[in-house]
T-cell receptor, first 110, second 112 residues
Framework: GEDVEQSLFLSVREGDSSVINCTYT??????LYWYKQEPGAGLQLLTY?????DMKQDQRLTVLLNKKDKHLSLRIADTQTGDSAIYFC??????????FGGGTRLMVKP | EAQVTQNPRYLITVTGKKLTVTCSQN?????MSWYRQDPGLGLRQIYY???????DKGDVPEGYKVSRKEKRNFPLILESPSPNQTSLYFC???????????FGSGTRLTVV
């Protein structure tokens, strides 16, 4: 089956940029997503990118997609303490199955 | 308000006692899905449904059943729960022609 991999943990200082990376194996991806999960809460869709796009910017969020290397990244500019959460990348393939990475816990230090 | 509603939010049960977690959406979405979330493993898909009376296995279907008799409801059934099914469960839905998945708030299940 498909595999989606993320690093487990990232720590940054408030005001710095955060970059969370994700790799996937499926060649039939249609959309790729970034979700945020705060403690005790469900999943909040942050942003998504079509598989035929290279980049998408949405306020403080920038998504980069390297389809050749099957690498997706999420950059959060001017990271705030409220950005502390677990971030999941997810891949929607042509068969409409959504596969999640294991999640990256972002810790923002004041 | 457009939403996916799961019940219950928390459940503690004993091994072997059948249980059902309900999921309902009010957005007329065709696609519904169940996931389980375990530490370090992210979310893994249990079952999904593309429309009424159409269900398919996800990555980890063993020990679970689902049904889709109506478009809005997609219950998850554990006929004989075991401790390894202790997890956080999420239901999600979307329109087939749309990118956006809407997730429920989650059901934390503990099987003792």
């Amino acid at each position: 089956g498909e595999d989606v991999e993320q690093s487990l943990f990232l720590s940054v200082r408030e005001g710095d940029s955060s970059v969370i990376n994700c790799t996937y194996t499926d060649s039939s991806s249609t959309y790729l997503y970034w979700y945020k999960q705060e403690p005790g809460a469900g999943l909040q869709l942050l942003t998504y990118i079509f598989s035929n796009m290279d980049m998408k910017q949405d306020q403080r969020l920038t998504v980069l997609l390297n389809k050749k290397d099957k690498h997706l990244s999420l950059r959060i500019a001017d990271t705030q303490t409220g950005d502390s959460a677990i971030y999941f990348c997810a891949d929607n393939n042509a068969g409409n199955m959504l596969t999640f990475g294991g999640g990256t816990r972002l810790m923002v230090k004041p | 308000e457009a939403q996916v509603t799961q019940n219950p939010r928390y459940l503690i049960t004993v091994t072997g006692k059948k249980l059902t977690v309900t999921c309902s959406q009010n957005m007329n979405h065709e696609y519904m899905s169940w996931y389980r979330q375990d530490p370090g493993l992210g979310l893994r898909q249990i079952y999904y449904s593309m429309n009424v009376e159409v269900t398919d296995k996800g990555d980890v279907p063993e020990g679970y059943k689902v049904s889709r008799k109506e478009k809005r409801n997609f219950p998850l059934i554990l006929e004989s729960p075991s401790p390894n099914q202790t997890s956080l469960y999420f239901c999600a839905s979307r329109r087939l022609a749309n990118y956006g998945y809407t997730f429920g708030s989650g059901t934390r299940l503990t099987v003792v």
